[in-house]
């Protein structure tokens, strides 16, 4: 439109059509700024602007070339409208052949939102507070496969080595992660103090020495777990590496919302090895399943990610982030974490009042800031027999399915699983032999307030409804008369538990 002011002013008057051009003009400039800056614009972009942007790139496209003739066998051809439209018409998708981050000649317009939706997944995890990444890729899997990725990337240069030391955590695409590269797991299991359930470094050590260094392919630490399990100690499991010459790759699946877990990974890279760090797209930046971000504190890793990828890649979770973080811009990015930050106080006190009230506690693992766990034994399943409070707590677990609390799970520690050859005893509680059945439920970006009140009321049926199935006639009276007694009382504890929650949080921030 700009190219054509004057044939527009014959048509309609000048001042009204320079009004009109300079909105358009307004646009490209918004454009012209992210193409130099390469970093989330301040404040997120309305979807009109989007929209034009994304016009703009897929016309760079051959498919969208006027009066294009493909001869070739990957002509970007569409059958359904709806699918061209889906996409914005951008059908070639990402990469070519040997390395996904190659740009493709057909393709100018993708390759060029390929490449700033890298620098812009880069700048997100700066803003988070991973401040030690020099690059990032994104990539057209989820959290597993892009673990595997990586792996399959070290792989290249230890061919031999085949075992990848890992601290336990009870996540089975974590482990299918190893098992899919054909590689062999040695579990390292973790140890439990107080409530919390906690890295054995010592065991990793002793590991490193029975393998031997050059067999370890790399230690996978996991930094986003449920609680009580806290993040991997990844400080010291990165020094370890340094020592060993190990590789090194943390699973950050949902752990770009935890600054806890920023400055820990930060320290792990200014005190030891770090080369992968992998995080999913859906779990952090509110958007569908299908991407993920595996990004370096060293550039030419990122380069090994790209090279052994096979073939071309869809470019759909690359385009969701990019419109994602354009709308969202950093100011949004940094307001969804702060309400998160805002709400746990919230839900942690919540949580524990529920809890209180019903006999339970809190489990007291202040590391962890976005998973918290809640006993489900003391009281609730008071003088019930071992099976019968494994019934109930499964109860409770079918009770919140039913009234669509989703995400919340139940753990009974007894429970063993095997997963390919491996027996994983007390599975769902990351340690063999934990001393409580409990509940965990997280406070996750994206969170309402009026869903965590939404949460604690159905909570709160839920434990009435189980003290009503499950205790034996006589205890319901006294557990009622317990709980009336201790009210004065049990706002004393609520505030005194929540207290030292964040005290321990804040502190272990500021030590770290
Ligand atoms: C979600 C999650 C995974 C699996 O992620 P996908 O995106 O489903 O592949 C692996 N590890 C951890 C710690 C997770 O939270």
Redesign the pocket.
Known sequence: MDKCEKQLVALVKDTYIRQGVESIQSRGNLLKALLSDRHLPLHGYEDSTIEYFMQQFSMMDSNNFLGNVGFGEREGRVFSSLVARRHYYLSHGIGRSGDIAEQQPKAAGSSVIYKLTNCLALHAMHISGFTGMEKALVVP???????TLSLLALRQGRPLAKYVLWPR?D?K??LK?ILTCGLTPVIIENVINGDEIVTNVESVQHAVKEYGADNILCILT?T??FAPRRPDKVDAVASICKEHEIPHVI?N??GLQCPLIAKLVNRAITVGRVDYIVQ?L??NFLMP?GG?IIASPTAALIKQISKVYPGRASSTPIVDLFITLLSMGETSWRALQAERLRLLPIFIDGLNQVAMEFGERVLISPCNSISVGITLSQSLLKNNTAENSQKAAQYIGSMLFKRSVSGSRVIVPTASSKIGSHEFPGWGSNVSGYHSVYMTAACAIGLKEHEIHTFFIKLRKIFSAVRKSYVLPGDVETILVDSQHDAGEDDEKVSVISDIWVDMYNRKAKNL
């Open positions: 899997m989820a959290t597993g496969m892009s673990v955590i996540q695409s974590c992660a996991t986003s777990c699973n699946a949902y999913s859906d779990k399943v993920a």
